[in-house]
């Protein structure tokens, strides 16, 4: 009567029948089993139960747990997959300049502390994905196996009026040697006009069939054109692989081309210019974020100006503010934080052109597509990005906030705070001096900037963030 007792109170149902199993050594003795389960007590060998003995014995394995402390109303989440916990940047040291030892804390594989009523889900870290190089290819060459030259549609100036005013804009009345970085030249319309007013061109090209022509031109400037089997837009994949060109790291062209790094505070060791891809153009400018905030990629050169062709609606986007509620989102503050931007010219889609496989120009063929404007636009990295509490160590936690605040745009800032920082929503407001009813598209860029750097600087709470799963992950 007992042991029926026991049995429904850890298997929620009534004691099975009970059956002798043989055991290896005698004497032998009845094991009870649960309804379904093998005799011997083992379990069913179900999907679910294989998957918790995975995490089980992942638990027993895991030589890097941590505890994790949480504060009140809060629980710990153990999951049994690795995580990535949105950590706090500790500094320690008491220099008046600011300086000491940087230490992030971080709660390693299944301790996460994150809200009760927030679900868990898969999210991966920009951390974690490496590029490994191949060190016996060299730049002429490349390998189909690892890389495909997939036929992406990229735009080219096709009209010389529009490569002179670019010169123009770009370079007024200098005559001295400026350096460009020219991305996909294509044909080389503005590449020529570049070198016309002096200037000297490092062309990256990522479609073979213009390399043998931009090659016969540098011929003919005294080595002011260099040619590279480069696609700019594709510098330092964050997918594991071994690269070969037109896909490579920064490090490697930089060290080709002999561009050694500059200091942040200096002004910019080259200008780039470009038309961002047209299929992957919102994805390009989150690379380029992720690259700049982290001085990652060409911003470990120093503060690279960036000029490229982008398209209206997303130059509208990304100078943006809560007076144009329906086109400002976390992008338009990103870029205006970090960015200097200045819109330098317009231009209608005829004046650019695609070109095929056989090296001939392409016909356009939507309608849609000739009557949309190109932007140019000039991205200057601000000098002063880095001097306060925002630094390339917790920029992941920047773009975390933003992006959960942007979610849901109508809401009050007040809302977003409880699943943001444990600390008092109220005390924040108040600090940053803002009312209960700010929503987020009433502040304006520095606002968050001013909100990021209250909760980051705040000192009588041992939790300054929270984790959970609404960063999007940007793998280019």
Same mark, same amino acid.
């Given at each position: 009567?007992?042991?029926?007792?026991?049995?429904?109170?850890?298997?929620?149902?009534?004691?099975?029948?009970?059956?002798?199993?043989?055991?290896?050594?005698?004497?032998?003795?009845?094991?009870?089993?649960?309804?379904?389960?093998?005799?011997?007590?083992?379990?069913?060998?179900?999907?679910?139960?294989?998957?918790?003995?995975?995490?089980?014995?992942?638990?027993?394995?895991?030589?890097?747990?941590?505890?994790?402390?949480?504060?009140?109303?809060?629980?710990?989440?153990?999951?049994?997959?690795?995580?990535?916990?949105?950590?706090?940047?500790?500094?320690?040291?008491?220099?008046?300049?600011?300086?000491?030892?940087?230490?992030?804390?971080?709660?390693?594989?299944?301790?996460?502390?994150?809200?009760?009523?927030?679900?868990?889900?898969?999210?991966?870290?920009?951390?974690?994905?490496?590029?490994?190089?191949?060190?016996?290819?060299?730049?002429?060459?490349?390998?189909?196996?690892?890389?495909?030259?997939?036929?992406?549609?990229?735009?080219?100036?096709?009209?010389?009026?529009?490569?002179?005013?670019?010169?123009?804009?770009?370079?007024?009345?200098?005559?001295?040697?400026?350096?460009?970085?020219?991305?996909?030249?294509?044909?080389?319309?503005?590449?020529?006009?570049?070198?016309?007013?002096?200037?000297?061109?490092?062309?990256?090209?990522?479609?073979?069939?213009?390399?043998?022509?931009?090659?016969?031109?540098?011929?003919?400037?005294?080595?002011?054109?260099?040619?590279?089997?480069?696609?700019?837009?594709?510098?330092?994949?964050?997918?594991?692989?071994?690269?070969?060109?037109?896909?490579?790291?920064?490090?490697?062209?930089?060290?080709?081309?002999?561009?050694?790094?500059?200091?942040?505070?200096?002004?910019?060791?080259?200008?780039?210019?470009?038309?961002?891809?047209?299929?992957?153009?919102?994805?390009?400018?989150?690379?380029?974020?992720?690259?700049?905030?982290?001085?990652?990629?060409?911003?470990?050169?120093?503060?690279?100006?960036?000029?490229?062709?982008?398209?209206?609606?997303?130059?509208?986007?990304?100078?943006?503010?809560?007076?144009?509620?329906?086109?400002?989102?976390?992008?338009?503050?990103?870029?205006?934080?970090?960015?200097?931007?200045?819109?330098?010219?317009?231009?209608?889609?005829?004046?650019?052109?695609?070109?095929?496989?056989?090296?001939?120009?392409?016909?356009?063929?939507?309608?849609?597509?000739?009557?949309?404007?190109?932007?140019?636009?000039?991205?200057?990295?601000?000098?002063?990005?880095?001097?306060?509490?925002?630094?390339?160590?917790?920029?992941?936690?920047?773009?975390?906030?933003?992006?959960?605040?942007?979610?849901?745009?109508?809401?009050?800032?007040?809302?977003?705070?409880?699943?943001?920082? %444990?600390? @008092?929503?109220? $005390?924040?407001?108040?600090? /940053?001096?803002?009312? #209960? =009813?700010?929503?987020?598209?009433?502040? *304006? %860029?520095? @606002?968050?900037? $001013?909100?990021?750097?209250? /909760?980051?600087?705040? #000192? =009588?709470?041992?939790?300054?963030?929270? *984790?959970?799963?609404?960063?999007?992950?940007?793998?280019?």
């Amino acid at each position: 009567m007992a042991a029926d007792q026991l049995s429904l109170s850890l298997l929620g149902s009534p004691a099975a029948r009970v059956e002798e199993t043989p055991l290896a050594f005698p004497p032998r003795l009845p094991l009870r089993t649960p309804p379904g389960w093998l005799a011997g007590g083992r379990p069913p060998a179900t999907a679910e139960h294989r998957a918790r003995l995975a995490r089980e014995e992942a638990q027993r394995t895991d030589d890097h747990r941590v505890r994790v402390q949480t504060p009140p109303g809060w629980s710990v989440s153990l999951l049994g997959r690795p995580l990535t916990v949105l950590g706090r940047l500790r500094r320690y040291g008491n220099g008046s300049d600011g300086k000491g030892k940087m230490e992030r804390s971080f709660a390693l594989k299944s301790g996460a502390v994150r809200r009760m009523d927030v679900p868990a889900g898969n999210r991966r870290g920009l951390s974690d994905y490496y590029p490994h190089l191949m060190p016996s290819v060299g730049f002429g060459k490349s390998s189909s196996r690892v890389y495909r030259c997939r036929s992406e549609t990229k735009r080219y100036i096709t009209s010389p009026r529009v490569a002179e005013t670019l010169v123009r804009i770009l370079r007024g009345k200098r005559k001295s040697c400026q350096l460009f970085l020219e991305c996909n030249p294509g044909p080389g319309i503005l590449t020529r006009a570049l070198l016309e007013s002096g200037a000297k061109v490092i062309a990256l090209e990522s479609d073979k069939t213009f390399i043998p022509q931009l090659k016969s031109l540098g011929k003919k400037v005294n080595g002011r054109l260099e040619v590279v089997y480069c696609d700019f837009f594709k510098l330092d994949p964050r997918s594991r692989g071994i690269l070969t060109p037109p896909i490579m790291t920064s490090d490697m062209l930089f060290q080709y081309l002999g561009i050694e790094a500059q200091p942040w505070s200096k002004g910019a060791p080259l200008k780039a210019i470009g038309i961002l891809p047209p299929k992957n153009e919102r994805n390009a400018l989150w690379k380029l974020l992720h690259d700049l905030y982290s001085c990652t990629s060409v911003y470990k050169y120093g503060r690279v100006e960036l000029n490229l062709f982008i398209t209206e609606k997303e130059c509208r986007k990304i100078m943006a503010n809560p007076q144009n509620p329906g086109l400002y989102q976390a992008l338009s503050v990103l870029c205006q934080i970090a960015c200097g931007i200045k819109l330098l010219h317009t231009e209608s889609c005829l004046s650019f052109g695609t070109y095929t496989a056989n090296g001939q120009l392409a016909k356009q063929k939507h309608r849609e597509s000739l009557e949309q404007n190109l932007c140019f636009i000039q991205l200057t990295p601000h000098k002063d990005l880095f001097t306060g509490t925002l630094t390339p160590f917790n920029y992941d936690v920047f773009f975390h906030m933003l992006r959960q605040c942007f979610m849901k745009r109508g809401a009050k800032l007040i809302d977003h705070l409880h699943s943001l920082s %444990p600390i @008092d929503a109220m $005390h924040i407001l108040k600090q /940053i001096k803002k009312n #209960k =009813d700010v929503k987020v598209i009433d502040m *304006y %860029p520095e @606002d968050f900037q $001013h909100l990021f750097e209250t /909760i980051e600087c705040y #000192k =009588d709470d041992n939790y300054k963030w929270l *984790y959970d799963d609404f960063m999007e992950d940007v793998i280019i």
